[in-house]
């Protein structure tokens, strides 16, 4: 079977458009958080809450976002003949202007919008401390990408030199210096990057592939699973931490399927799911500000007029959510993500000779 070719961009058509499945699967996962079964019905449980966020699973969707940021930050230096080196500072400057310009312009819109107090407003303005995410709650993962991308080039040396050691390193980071299991994700992101050629070279057979698929699957419903088996009324009482960390190899089971499926890749390279792809970034920081602050204190107002719990949700939290802030993040896309990755590639090139890490 024929290798296929990486561009020279280092962007992979195919995984833009999973990660933009993964954003619009985060807006329906928040979204079905308000789903209350106990309206209209005398049913009076969340298990088919629980059971629609197996399919539509946001903490996986999340999981799924770390391990494609370390693959995808990793891959174009993996390869030993391509860059014998890389600056810190470059790398550090890159990240920051790919991360924090559409972050604080949400942030900045959020705090006017809630009048938040401005204690709260510049506590969230870093993104480097667990906790600091009132504004705009799903951030608590832009957080863990940030301080991941601290320490991010040290793993991939570490990788490149020992995989043991990558490990080692991960472990103590994780228990030892507060990065919680997240870290565990970049690094199964680094060694997919580090076996991308291997993997696309895989021939699996059919059997095969949905015997994994599932495996994956069970991997990735693990909270969910876990709620219908042990009902509870607090969701958060769901053993979080673990069902991140067998998220975490759940997908990657998954990708490595992705990646060694040609006709799959083809068949999910459409222009609307690249473009997903393109403004996931947008969705994923614009979604909450859309729903919850613009459009859900309006809800009894939209209940009043259309009489039925069920067909109110379904208009406002998915009909009227789901639009209005693919429209957002196709706007932060254009006129604040683009030009920032832009200044700061510039920018950051300036700085490509200091603070300089061999790579092997």
């Known amino acids: 079977m024929t290798t296929p070719t990486i561009p020279s961009t280092r962007r992979i058509g195919y995984l833009d ?8 699967a985060v807006v329906i996962f928040h979204s079905n958080a308000w789903l209350d079964f106990t309206k209209d019905t005398n049913f009076n449980s969340s ?5 629609l966020n197996i399919f539509f699973n946001g903490h996986n969707a999340v999981c799924l976002f770390f391990v494609l940021s370390g693959f995808v930050l990793s891959l174009k230096y993996v390869k030993k003949n391509d860059i014998q080196e890389v600056s810190y500072v ?21 705090a006017l919008y809630t009048s938040a107090d401005s204690v709260v407003f510049f506590q969230e303005l870093p993104l480097l401390i667990f ?3 009132t504004l705009i709650p799903p951030s608590w993962s832009l957080i863990a990408e940030m301080r ?44 997919l990057a580090m076996n991308f050629d291997k993997i696309q070279q895989l021939e699996l057979s059919k059997a095969k592939r949905y015997v994994l698929f599932f495996i994956g699957f069970l991997l990735c419903s693990f909270e969910q699973i876990h709620f219908i088996i042990v009902p509870h009324e607090n969701f958060k009482a769901t053993n979080t931490e673990l069902g991140f960390f067998l998220g975490a190899f759940g997908c990657v089971i998954w990708l490595v399927l992705a990646m060694s499926a040609p006709k799959f890749q083809k068949r999910i390279e459409t222009k609307p799911l690249l473009f997903l792809g393109d403004i996931s970034y947008g969705l994923y920081i614009g979604h909450w500000l859309i729903f919850v602050n613009i459009l859900e204190p309006h809800f009894e107002w939209f209940l009043s007029k259309i009489g039925s719990f069920y067909l109110t949700h379904i208009i406002v939290r998915y009909g009227l959510v789901i639009p209005l802030s693919l429209l957002f993040a196709t706007f932060l896309y254009y006129v604040i993500e683009k030009p920032f990755i832009k200044w700061g590639y510039n920018i950051a090139k300036k700085y490509k000779d200091k603070l300089v890490l061999k790579l092997n």
């Open 17 to 24: 458009s999973i990660r933009g499945m993964a954003a619009l």
């Open 47 to 51: 298990i088919p809450t629980h059971i």
């Open 90 to 110: 470059e790398f550090i400057l890159k990240r920051i202007f790919r991360l924090y310009p559409a972050y604080w312009f949400v942030l900045i819109i959020a």
């Open 131 to 133: 906790g600091n995410n």
């Open 148 to 191: 991941m991308s601290l320490i991010f080039l040290f793993l991939l040396v570490l990788a490149m030199r020992n995989v043991k050691l990558l490990f080692v390193a991960a472990f103590l980071f994780w228990f030892l210096f507060g990065f919680r299991v997240y870290v565990l994700h970049f690094c199964l992101g680094i060694l």
